[in-house]
Nanobody, 127 residues
Framework: QVQLVESGGGQVQAGGSLRLACTASGRTLSSYSMGWFRQTPGKEREFVAAISRNGNTRRYDDSVKGRFTMSRDSAKNTLYLQMDNLKPEDTAAYYC????????????????????WGQGTQVTVSA
């Protein structure tokens, strides 16, 4: 099992940027399919971005495409989510997730496919 800890959340104005980090311990991230999800109160967790085990394939939700970039630093065993041109509707708790298999493309958007989760980090974007 891998332990995940998110950091980097905070409060910014619309148009600003934040970089979230998800640091893993216990296992190497390159063994996992990884995803970023977000959740607001009263709503289900929604897909943001995903990266394949080998790091060659990334997928983004349409709502963040062109503004968010997901990357992985194997040396630091850390996953990142660079968020630019933030909008108030991006306000949510952000979570990283891991699954120790190569998830099919259709499955990476489904939160139920992931076994391991971090505790989340809050992002608040003001208008």
């Amino acid at each position: 099992q891998v332990q995940l800890v998110e950091s980097g959340g905070g409060q910014v104005q619309a148009g600003g940027s934040l970089r979230l980090a998800c640091t893993a311990s216990g296992r190497t991230l390159s063994s996992y399919s990884m995803g970023w999800f977000r959740q607001t109160p009263g709503k289900e967790r929604e897909f943001v971005a995903a990266i394949s085990r080998n790091g060659n394939t990334r997928r983004y939700d349409d709502s963040v495409k062109g503004r968010f970039t997901m990357s992985r630093d194997s040396a630091k065993n850390t996953l990142y989510l660079q968020m630019d041109n933030l909008k108030p509707e991006d306000t949510a708790a952000y979570y990283c997730a891991a699954r120790q298999i190569l998830l099919p493309a259709a499955a990476v958007v489904d939160a139920k496919q992931y076994d391991d989760w971090g505790q989340g980090t809050q992002v608040t974007v003001s208008a």
